[in-house]
């Protein structure tokens, strides 16, 4: 592995518990702690009870955090869709971007496709893993975060 290369992995998970509006923020908070402490960044996508999450950073400390998180009793059911190299980070500037996919105001971004009404299960990304990284990806745009609740790490205080 050239010195110049990141780490990625993504998958999907589904929650045990009920996660609230207060509940995800909390999560995040503790996410983006974490992720800075480590060096690492990433996106997580919330819908009916489903995530979907990139990591991307020194593949140690990626590794260690996906085993935390697989022993974290809220995640069940998961499933790594990707796992390698690439040249650089996706999501360079955040320590975990965010988006509900639940909220109200997905169907107001603009360029809204029911791509966006994709669910996070297996089920939806087993034939091509790829569209997982897509989705994660149409998040990133500054217009999409604009409007979308808790987006990126600029926006951590808001409610």
């Known amino acids: 592995m050239p010195l110049s290369e990141v780490f990625s992995l993504v998958y999907l998970s589904s929650a045990t518990v009920p996660f609230s509006e207060?509940?995800?923020?909390?999560?995040?908070?503790?996410s983006r702690a974490n992720n800075s402490r480590l060096g690492i960044s990433g996106?997580?996508?919330?819908?009916?009870?489903?995530?979907?999450?990139?990591?991307?950073?020194e593949e140690d400390k990626v590794r260690t955090l996906y085993d935390k998180i697989s022993l974290d009793p809220r995640h069940g059911r998961r499933t790594t869709l990707f796992?390698?190299?690439?040249?650089?980070?996706?999501?360079?500037?955040?320590?975990?971007?965010?988006?509900?996919?639940?909220?109200?105001?997905t169907a107001k971004?603009?360029?809204?496709?029911?791509?966006?009404?994709?669910?996070l299960t297996i089920a939806s990304f087993s034939a091509n893993p790829g569209r997982?990284?897509?989705?994660?990806?149409?998040f990133k745009e500054d217009n999409w975060l604009r409007t979308a609740n808790i987006g990126s790490d600029s926006e951590k205080n808001r409610s």
Request: aromatic share 12%; net charge negative; charged share 25%.
């Open 22 to 30: 207060g509940d995800l923020l909390e999560l995040l908070k503790q």
């Open 43 to 57: 996106m997580l996508l919330f819908k009916d009870g489903d995530f979907l999450q990139v990591l991307e950073g």
């Open 83 to 105: 796992q390698g190299w690439s040249g650089a980070r996706d999501f360079p500037d955040w320590s975990m971007g965010f988006h509900d996919l639940n909220s109200p105001e």
């Open 109 to 119: 971004i603009a360029g809204f496709t029911p791509f966006l009404d994709t669910r």
């Open 132 to 138: 997982a990284k897509k989705l994660l990806l149409l």
